[in-house]
Nanobody, 126 residues
Framework: QELLIESGGGLVQAGGSLRLACEAS????????MGWFRQAPGKEREFVAS??????????ADSVKGRFAISRDNAKNTVTAYLQMNALNGEDTAVYFC?????????????????WGQGTQVTVSS
């Protein structure tokens, strides 16, 4: 059973925008921090952004600051985390993964995350 499901990836031209969504099924995720990571071909998975359980605190990788925005919606039984990506460039091409951390506050290390989605492909064409 997949607990985290990403959507919204696709092909976009350089300079364009995409919004990714991650649906986390289960009331427990209301107390989890949510994060986004990405992995480009031949590279290690890297941190992109994270948001605290209540949405009050966020953290971003330097490479996406000012271009990406993370947010979340804590509904009754489902938490949805969003990643708004603007001014995309070729270096943003990667598989983007959603993750959830029981620690509750923004974390940049993948080791701090307990649940992961399957990933969604983002391709930026020049």
């Amino acid at each position: 059973q997949e607990l985290l499901i990403e959507s919204g990836g696709g092909l976009v031209q350089a300079g364009g925008s995409l919004r990714l969504a991650c649906e986390a099924s289960g009331r427990m995720f209301a107390t989890y921090a949510m994060g986004w990571f990405r992995q480009a071909p031949g590279k290690e998975r890297e941190f992109v952004a994270s948001i605290s359980w209540n949405g009050d605190s966020t953290s971003y990788a330097d490479s996406v600051k000012g271009r990406f925005a993370i947010s979340r919606d804590n509904a009754k039984n489902t938490v949805t985390a969003y990643l708004q990506m603007n001014a995309l460039n070729g270096e943003d091409t990667a598989v983007y993964f959603c993750a959830a951390s029981a620690l509750g506050w923004p974390k940049i290390s993948a080791r701090d995350y307990d649940y992961w989605g399957q990933g969604t492909q983002v391709t930026v064409s020049s």
